[in-house]
Antibody, heavy 123, light 107 residues
Framework: QVQLVQSGAEVKKPGSSVKVSCKAS????????ISWVRQAPGQGLEWMGG????????NYAQKFQGRVTITADESTSTAYMELSSLRSEDTAVYYC????????????????WGQGTLVTVSS | DIQMTQSPSTLSASVGDRVTITCRAS??????LAWYQQKPGKAPKLLIY???SLESGVPSRFSGSGSGTEFTLTISSLQPDDFATYYC?????????FGQGTRLEIK
């Protein structure tokens, strides 16, 4: 059974950066894409981007281009999402989610999700 | 970007009811649509993929249909555990987009 365990809640100042981790277990990490989806308080779901660990190349939603960096460490089966230049509108729960197909990052849905990480941006 | 519009935004129903949630895409997405269930404070859970394929372990009272621009999620007989928020997601085109959600509440 695949499990994705994310790092804990963060409180950040506007203009700073946050890095959230997502550790996978119970499956083959390297070949399956991990995406990041966020959810602002009381709002819907927003896809940010993803990565296929074995290739190391990430794909980002245009809205977040230049502010988000998604990486993966195959040796620890962990994916990371770093968001910079934080503003209050970035306050949200950030989820990592696994794609159920090998080596595919586009045209996908998500079968396993992490528990979510609350990032609060406040001065 | 493809816009996904769900209706209704909120649905009140009773245990045992048959309910239907609609999701419309701003352009054709063939059958590349997934449905998720989300409970408060929890991550979304995959219910349906490719418009009508039931994810393993999901009760058979959940079903999906549609293609092109109009899709439905039907729950044949509501159970207490089904009261939650439901989201559709298109994966036909970059970027992946979600509907705004339908909150299913107890009448």
């Amino acid at each position: 059974q695949v499990q994705l365990v994310q790092s804990g809640a963060e409180v950040k100042k506007p203009g700073s950066s946050v890095k959230v981790s997502c550790k996978a277990s119970g499956g083959t990490f390297s070949s399956y894409a991990i995406s990041w989806v966020r959810q602002a308080p009381g709002q819907g779901l927003e896809w940010m981007g993803g990565i296929i660990p074995i290739f190391g190349t990430a794909n980002y939603a245009q809205k977040f281009q230049g502010r988000v960096t998604i990486t993966a460490d195959e040796s620890t089966s962990t994916a990371y999402m770093e968001l910079s230049s934080l503003r209050s509108e970035d306050t949200a729960v950030y989820y990592c989610a696994r794609v159920p197909f090998r080596q595919q990052l586009v045209g996908v849905y998500f079968d396993y999700w992490g528990q979510g990480t609350l990032v609060t941006v406040s001065s | 970007d493809i816009q996904m519009t769900q209706s209704p935004s909120t649905l009140s129903a009773s245990v045992g009811d048959r309910v239907t949630i609609t999701c419309r895409a701003s352009q054709s997405i063939s059958s590349w649509l997934a449905w998720y269930q989300q409970k408060p404070g929890k991550a979304p859970k995959l219910l349906i993929y490719k418009a009508s394929s039931l994810e393993s372990g999901v009760p058979s009272r959940f079903s999906g249909s549609g293609s092109g621009t109009e899709f439905t999620l039907t729950i044949s007989s509501l159970q207490p555990d089904d009261f939650a928020t439901y989201y559709c997601q298109q994966y036909n085109s970059y970027p992946i987009t979600f509907g705004q959600g339908t909150r299913l509440e107890i009448k």
